[in-house]
């Protein structure tokens, strides 16, 4: 989320820049549209992160107990994710009202940086989603058991 606000800082925008801008694109009222924006994004996410939680425990292909193999497949998931998601929301949705909102030269203008910066911030979702998998559900496709203690005193 700070990637998120330095980058619309960095770009003279406010920081809420960009969940207003998903509200508004979903017809959100201006008075709701930064709380829409950022719901549905984080929900979005949430649902695309359990995708891939699936796609590394249950394709067997995907399937990993390695650290560096699902982190990577993160990476990959995080690209995918920016251009299948992301790339045409921008173009359909997000580019229109900000044109509203702007004007087309400053659009234009900032198109290229709001591009690349969305593609990192795609690039460090894969990672964090891809490490978190590991970490959380390593463990059942691994086959460690989680270490219990016992009372075996009487």
Not at 92 to 101: D, K, N
Request: hydrophobic share 55%; charged share 10%.
């Amino acid at each position: 989320m700070l990637i998120l606000f330095y980058a619309a800082s960095s770009l003279g925008l406010p920081y809420f820049a960009v969940y207003l801008v998903y509200g508004l694109s979903l017809h959100a009222s201006v008075s709701t549209a930064t709380d829409v924006g950022y719901l549905v994004h984080y929900i979005a996410a949430s649902v695309i992160a359990m995708l891939f939680i699936t796609l590394v425990q249950v394709v067997k292909p995907f399937r990993s107990n390695n650290a560096p193999k699902t982190i990577g497949l993160g990476l990959v998931y995080g690209i995918v994710v920016f251009i299948v998601f992301f790339v045409p929301l921008f173009y359909l949705a997000f580019a229109p009202v900000m044109v509203s909102l702007l004007g087309k030269a400053a659009v234009d203008a900032v198109a290229g940086k709001v591009l690349l910066f969305a593609f990192i911030v795609h690039v460090v979702y894969g990672l964090t989603v891809g490490a978190w998998s590991y970490e959380t559900m390593g463990r059942w496709t691994s086959g460690r058991k989680p270490v219990m203690k016992t009372n075996t005193s009487s």
